[in-house]
């Protein structure tokens, strides 16, 4: 066969132009109404075509993202202590997204370059289960930021990769930050994806929808106690609806997380009700730009329709926290290990213990200095001056204890910052001991304290009781006659006060470290 024989080729390019030259000369003999149909139609096609593949994406979100299985744990960064399987965890069909509320909004800008986390929550979906868990992690949790060997509270750690990182996005630098600190609290487990909201945002987002329906649970007031929402069922807009996610007047912060979990199961609940799920692409379309996530619109969508589906039963909360320390006067929240561990096996079936956490302490203060107490004259009246000096820089604060002739000991004054205090509850003829002690937030210093006695010379003369006027309109009972057989006994003989050589007779004493 001659390869350069094109004779077929030739018989087939005038056929196909004379179908097409066929076809159009058709189509231009039909009626306006029937071309308008099949233009009509020629996109439609392709066009629905796509929309039930779009359809069919977003209602299976499991298949939306990698597999779990996928991921080489070689390049998940654990931290030294954690030993768990992290083969076996990879195995499982669940995505960990990290919620943050960011506590900045335009207002802010003006006075804020960098702005905290205030807000953090891991919701762990399981799409083999159809079971949604939702981790609240308080703001002021201690732990380690990210790969680094400093440990603080977990909403700095995006300040410490925006600031410190060296990245040039810094942005991003910090929620990697932020992403391996909240790691570091759950035993490295991985955490792929995030999203984030600031203030302005929240407002946007619940009054598009035209508010939630909440019962709000107390009465709550802003920060000159003007009543701002009352309590009861009622629509939440959006000012009204951040008030609330933000106020820690009841239950502080662990209250404020929990309550804010609360509010996003009960805007869950209104979008149900309301039959807004369907809304759900319009809406993210609309203010996705209110919105920072490495999560792509299709995600999005997805779970925003998964999570609707499901609704609030199957949906289960858990809370970490634990007691709260101190460090350099910051207080920090270190959690309770042993909660962690419960959540770790609930959660992600994973069997881990947290290291045991050294109990965080403040520097102890030294004991005040030169504490003295004398008595002197206040408004005409005799009172006790009690005065010292700061021990070292340490001493932020004291606390002024007092005891009356060896009696109880009693708190008269609590963390005062003044080096004086004026003791106007005295009397004649008792002995005083005062003992002070320095104040570095949790920490206290060794005591110092002084004793003194008031002495009826030092006192002013008590007033004499007053005389009632005699009433000549009420006739005078006479006066009983006197008993000669009992006469009237003399006065015992008054010994002379003996000075205290503490205080050389003026009420002065030295301080006297406790032993």
């Known amino acids: 066969m001659d390869m350069h024989d094109n004779s077929n080729l030739e018989t087939v390019k005038p056929t196909a132009k004379n179908f097409l030259q066929k076809a159009v000369a058709a189509f231009k003999k039909w009626k ?92 762990s979906l399981n799409f083999d289960e159809d079971t949604i868990h939702i981790i609240d992690i308080p703001r002021d949790t201690y732990t380690r930021i990210a790969n680094t060997s400093d440990y603080n509270k977990i909403n700095s750690s995006y300040y410490f990769g925006y600031k410190y990182s060296g990245r040039e996005d810094k942005h991003a630098a910090g929620i990697d930050y932020t992403l391996k600190s909240v790691s570091n609290i759950l035993g490295g487990i991985p955490l792929h994806y995030y999203a984030s909201v600031d203030m302005d945002g929240v407002v946007k987002m619940v009054d598009s929808i035209g508010g939630v329906k909440f019962d709000v649970p107390f009465d709550v007031y802003d920060t000159k106690g003007k009543l701002r929402i009352e309590k009861g069922e009622q629509i939440l807009k959006g000012k009204d609806y951040l008030w609330y996610l933000r106020t820690r007047a009841v239950g502080g912060d662990i209250g404020r997380v929990n309550r804010q979990t609360e509010l996003l199961l009960a805007t869950l609940d209104h979008f149900r009700a309301e039959g807004l799920v369907k809304n759900i692409p319009t809406l993210y379309t609309t203010y996705q730009k209110y919105i920072d996530t490495n999560l792509t619109n299709q995600q999005i969508i997805s779970l925003a329709l998964y999570v609707g589906k499901l609704g609030r039963s199957a949906v289960q909360q858990h809370t970490l926290k634990g007691p709260g320390q101190s460090r350099d006067g910051i207080y920090y929240m270190v959690l309770d290990r042993n909660l962690v561990s419960q959540v770790m096996h609930d959660v992600f079936g994973i069997d881990y213990m947290p290291p045991a956490q050294s109990k965080l302490t ?102 004499p009781p007053p005389v009632e006027p005699e009433n000549p309109e009420q006739p005078q009972k006479p006066e009983e006659p006197q008993n000669p057989k009992n006469p009237e006994e003399p006065p015992e003989s008054q010994t002379p006060p003996k000075t205290d050589s503490k205080d050389n007779g003026l009420g002065t004493g030295t301080a006297e470290p406790k032993k």
């Open 32 to 123: 306006k109404p029937y071309k308008f149909l099949a233009i009509m139609l020629i996109f439609l096609i392709p066009l629905s075509g796509y929309a039930a593949w779009y359809y069919y994406r977003i209602t299976r979100p499991a298949e939306l993202f990698e597999p779990p299985i996928n991921k080489d744990p070689v390049e998940e960064t654990k931290p030294p202590e954690v030993d768990w399987d992290v083969n076996k965890y990879f195995s499982r069909n669940i995505v960990n997204i990290v919620l943050l509320g960011f506590d900045g909004s335009a207002d802010r800008d003006a006075i804020y370059s960098i702005y905290r986390t205030d807000t953090i929550k891991v919701v």
């Open 362 to 463: 403040d520097t102890i203060p030294s004991a005040p200095k030169s504490f003295a107490a004398s008595i002197i004259e206040q408004d005409g009246k005799k009172v006790i001056s009690l005065t010292w000096q700061q021990g070292d820089s340490h001493n932020r604060e004291y606390n002024l204890y007092r005891s009356v002739n060896s009696g109880e000991e009693i708190c008269i004054a609590q963390k005062i910052t003044e080096k004086g205090f004026i003791d106007n509850d005295i009397k004649t003829g008792n002995s005083y001991r005062y003992r002070l002690e320095a104040v570095n937030y949790r920490e206290v210093s060794d005591s110092v304290t002084i004793d003194i006695t008031i002495e009826a010379s030092q006192l002013p003369p008590a007033d």
